[in-house]
């Protein structure tokens, strides 16, 4: 009986899918619903950008911070800033480490804009973002399977953040990592990697799902060590090791050419004996039902006996689980691994495995949508929440 209910949804679905991609401009049609649903099931928190409420206060407060940061790059706060009252001893520490990451706030000072303009800027960033990913998973599977696997990505944390976070810009770290595995120009491939890098440095922990995607693509799927030395073949790779490298580099030379401290007490033990409850709700709730989509990539990659592939895999996966572990923000940490992800759809299809991998696909989207997204951060867990309850906020505020 299930299964029959569920065959018929699927051929309604699949069959509604084919009807909509024949229409015109369906990518943006697509990207515009996909946005109106996240802004639905997951409102942003407008009302913290005006009125007196002491929330409302802090955000103010701290988006000055941030355009201070563009004024004065790689200097640190004045004490009176991070003393303040209205900032809280949370974002104090967070703001004490926050003035090497520079290139948002310097890009809004270039333009003239502030740190709340940005906000909406990043609301546009994540059409993109969805734009993108639907062409580039058209490109490499077939329309069906970008459709439904966009709708999954627009359940997970990594694409909501993008409309509702006001000012950490890990999403615009993720649209630049995404840009390095859309195009194989080395130039606009550690042009990526470095900005991201100065956007929020744990891009760095997830860029091996950058690596793992140009080594599989410039191999053929075919990886022979002694091949690596060619540097024309294997260009995206090589821009990608040098990108990290570099980044890594200038991060050094700005800790020691400047005055700037970064203040390390909440990335350690710390962090990790505060995490031991969370961590594991954190972990799931970054990638929900996504998370097989990881797990069949493995078995998969093991199967085939694609051992290079599987151990840059395995090891950019442990490395994203390490970086998450040692600092607070456990689920923006976590969701730098999206790249996993991607691989894994791409690195599973092949056109005769296009309608099981659909069947599949279509039960971890209605996975994805069913479980709430939560932002978990130390020992405390954050909903985000449907516009109806906001409105509620709103109301009684």
């Known amino acids: 009986m299930f299964f029959e209910i569920y065959d018929k949804a699927y051929l309604a679905i699949v069959h509604w899918i084919d009807r909509f991609t024949a229409t015109k401009y369906w990518q943006w049609k697509y990207v515009a619903f996909l946005t109106a649903y996240i802004l639905i099931t997951s409102c942003?928190?407008?009302?913290?950008?005006?009125?007196?409420?002491?929330?409302?206060?802090?955000?103010?407060?701290?988006?000055?911070?941030?355009?201070?940061?563009?004024?004065?790059?790689?200097?640190?706060?004045?004490?009176?800033?991070?003393?303040?009252?209205?900032?809280?001893?949370?974002?104090?520490?967070?703001?004490?480490?926050?003035?090497?990451?520079?290139?948002?706030?310097?890009?809004?000072?270039?333009?003239?804009?502030?740190?709340?303009?940005?906000?909406?800027?990043?609301?546009?960033?994540?059409?993109?973002?969805?734009?993108?990913?639907?062409?580039?998973?058209?490109?490499?599977?077939?329309?069906?399977?970008?459709?439904?696997?966009?709708?999954?990505?627009?359940?997970?944390?990594?694409?909501?953040?993008?409309?509702?976070?006001?000012?950490?810009?890990?999403?615009?770290?993720?649209?630049?990592?995404?840009?390095?595995?859309?195009s194989r120009n080395p130039l606009l491939t550690i042009g990526s990697v470095v900005v991201s890098g100065f956007v929020d440095e744990r891009s760095v922990i997830g860029s091996g799902g950058i690596l793992l995607w140009w080594l599989w693509q410039e191999s053929k799927g075919k990886l022979y060590l002694s091949d690596l030395a060619d540097f024309k073949k294997y260009r995206a790779t090589w821009a990608t090791i040098f990108g990290v490298l570099l980044v890594i580099s200038l991060r050094i030379m700005v800790l020691r050419f400047t005055t700037l401290e970064v203040d390390t007490s909440l990335i350690g033990k710390n962090p990790i004996l505060q995490n031991m409850n969370t961590w594991p709700i954190a972990l799931f709730m970054t990638f929900e039902g996504a998370w097989t989509v990881i797990l069949m990539a493995i078995a998969a990659l093991f199967y085939r006996r694609d051992w290079p592939f599987a151990v840059v895999f395995i090891t950019t996966l442990l490395v994203v689980f390490g970086g998450g572990m040692i600092v607070i923000d456990l689920t923006r940490s976590f969701s730098y691994g999206f790249l996993l992800i991607l691989f894994g759809l791409v690195y599973l299809y092949s056109p005769r495995s296009a309608v099981?991998?659909?069947?599949?696909?279509?039960?971890?989207?209605?996975?994805?949508?069913?479980?709430?997204?939560?932002?978990v951060y130390g020992p405390e867990m954050s909903w985000l929440s449907p516009l109806i309850l906001k409105i509620q906020i709103f109301l009684r505020a």
Not at 68 to 75: K, R, S, T
Not at 143 to 167: G, H, P, T
Request: net charge positive; glycine share 6%; with cysteine.
């Open 356 to 375: 099981p991998m659909e069947r599949v696909l279509l039960s971890l989207a209605v996975i994805c949508m069913l479980v709430p997204t939560y932002y």
């Open 44 to 182: 942003p928190n407008y009302y913290l950008l005006g009125g007196n409420r002491n929330d409302s206060k802090k955000t103010v407060y701290i988006l000055k911070l941030v355009d201070w940061i563009g004024a004065h790059p790689f200097q640190n706060f004045p004490a009176h800033y991070l003393n303040s009252e209205e900032l809280g001893s949370g974002m104090k520490s967070h703001f004490a480490k926050r003035p090497g990451r520079v290139a948002v706030p310097l890009f809004c000072r270039f333009l003239g804009l502030n740190a709340q303009h940005y906000i909406w800027i990043q609301h546009l960033l994540g059409c993109l973002f969805l734009w993108g990913l639907i062409r580039w998973l058209t490109l490499y599977t077939n329309v069906r399977i970008a459709m439904i696997s966009a709708f999954m990505m627009a359940n997970l944390f990594v694409v909501k953040w993008f409309y509702y976070d006001f000012f950490y810009y890990d999403s615009t770290a993720f649209l630049l990592m995404f840009v390095a595995v859309m």
